[in-house]
């Protein structure tokens, strides 16, 4: 077990490491950089006063030292300096973490309480109507873009409100709070909820033709009891793999969701980044963005051997 | 012959029912790309300052946008970009993950390795974040769109070809090819490629509609196919937020179709896989 933990830490470290490596080289594969952007925006043509921007953002250094420069900060906690709105890097990301964490928070907790029971429902009653309509309902949730989605219910909010939801940082009332979060997060979340209700009907007509559900139902076990007691806890392993992988994903839907709701979360923040060519920031945003999703990665493997005592790592 | 043509379609209308309606869907919007110029009634790139925002009537069927052009005419032309850019993404990255993991798992040892790994750093990136740093970095057209799209679904596509190839090596026409004489290359070529089609089939057609909805997000973000393309993410962001409340219709139908297409493709993965890959079903 902690072998297996200190192989795994060690290749989140590497991977990580490639993560910063290929990012770096893909920022600066085109020429094109933020004086050049800036110079041709505004009409200046000072080559003095570029030329100047340029060695102040350390553009005219080579790759390697530029590299060593970020890296180095980095291990010591000092990400640099926005390039655009020149304050640090860290302190523009950190506020915007939570806002997008709740909200991811929110659209798992959603995607989990609609999917798994929806989907148990559907095993129970399958080949039934019910399931039917269940089983289109979910496929039609993996087929709409989300921000889709978060349009069309600004659309109902204005039809029925007469206006649509505007973030605040302190709602006032507990209704203003789910409009402007938990009604987003919904939206995000519905994919998720459909691909957990797919995993969740399919793994639990498995586990539902094992001989040990034959077993409790023939010991006179209740239908209710099969279904819960033996069937779901058995089923639950695939959909905790799914919900590993739905967090890469997830954060996909966060980026349109969020600019969909003007939400000022660091999802939407990335494209706003990477519209100015804000080196600095793209490149921490997408190294927190990897550490989040390895870091998730390796928590679902462990969460696997409590949730199925048969898996046994590094052995 | 005839018949038995129609007694397969029968057949098979029987078996996948929901299948043979994802096939119909896709190719009405394939027939709708290839003829677009032909089925549009109007011209998706004249524009009408009268006709500006008019809603949906009996000239503009689904209304006009803005600059007073059709938004069904549109639709039917994007149908064109959209499809091109998911096939073609879906082609790139699949032929690519499909050699990779071929190679990879044929040839094995050090090269394995390195293949896994770096599909372990690709993998640890969300397929919509590694799209727009790489259309970012190479600037946006129709192609860099389609290789922005195509290069995240080549590790996944990489990893499942590989399995297979692993676990086809030990089989016996395997060991039988080559006791026959035949060079390494040539079995993995003629023997083993081949048997890693099904999966590879039923791998693109899902991917078919995941690439799709990436385009539609690039676009929508005004990172993805640039004007004058009229592609469905596009015709979202240019009416995204102030149209809600004044013209729904240019909200509603580009939607629609995105949702609609990757629906069919959805369905006809489905039932590739139930026919094709019956380990696959998850």
Known sequence: ?315 | MNTGWWSDLRYLMRRYPLGVGGAVIMTVFVLAAMFASVVAPLDPFSTNARASLAPPGSKYLMGADMMGRDVLSRLIHGARISLAVALGATALGSGFGAALGLASGYIGGWFDLIVQRLAEIMQSLPLLVMALVITASLGPSLGNTIIAIAIPLIPNVARVIRSNVLSLRELPFVEAAKATGMSEWRVAIVHVLPNTLAPLIVLATAQLGSTILTEASLSFLGLGVPEPYPSWGRMLSESAAEYVRTAPWLVIFPGLAISLVVFGSNLLGDALRDALDPRQRD
């Open chain 1, 1 to 315: 077990m902690l072998s297996y933990l200190i192989r795994r830490l060690l290749l989140m470290v590497f991977t990580l490491f490639g993560v910063s490596i290929a990012i770096f080289l893909l920022l600066r594969i085109v020429p094109g950089n933020i004086a050049d952007i800036l110079f041709d925006s505004a009409g200046m043509i000072d080559p003095a006063e570029k030329q100047k921007i340029v060695s102040d953002l350390g553009l005219d250094l080579s790759l390697p030292v530029q590299y060593a420069h970020w890296i180095g900060g980095l291990l010591h906690g000092d990400l640099g300096y926005s390039y655009v709105s020149e304050k640090p890097v860290l302190d523009e990301i950190l506020p915007r973490i939570p806002i997008t964490g709740r909200l991811a928070a929110l659209a798992l907790l959603f995607a989990v309480c609609t999917g798994v029971p929806l989907g148990v429902i559907s095993a129970v009653q399958q080949n039934t109507w019910l399931d039917y309509a269940l089983r289109l309902f979910s496929l039609s949730g993996l087929s709409m873009p989300s921000f889709w989605l978060g349009l069309l219910i600004l659309m109902a909010f204005v039809h029925y409100f007469g206006t649509i939801p505007i973030y605040d940082r302190a709602p006032a009332t507990f209704w203003a709070w789910v409009a402007m979060l938990g009604v987003p997060a919904a939206a995000v979340g519905f994919r998720s909820s459909a691909l957990i209700m797919r995993l969740t009907r399919s793994s639990m007509l498995e586990v539902l033709r094992q001989d040990y559900v034959r077993t409790a139902r023939s010991k006179g076990l209740s239908e209710a009891g099969v279904t819960f007691d033996h069937a779901l806890r058995n089923a639950m392993l695939p959909v905790i793999t799914v919900i590993g992988v739905e967090t890469a994903f997830l954060f996909g839907g966060l980026i349109v969701t969020e600019t969909v709701f003007n939400i000022p979360g660091v999802a939407r923040f990335l494209v706003e980044a990477i519209r100015w060519r804000d080196y600095p920031m793209v490149q921490n945003l997408v190294m927190f963005i990897a550490f989040v999703v390895v870091t998730v990665n390796l928590i679902v493997d462990i969460l696997y051997m409590f949730v199925d005592p048969r898996i046994r790592y590094g052995q």
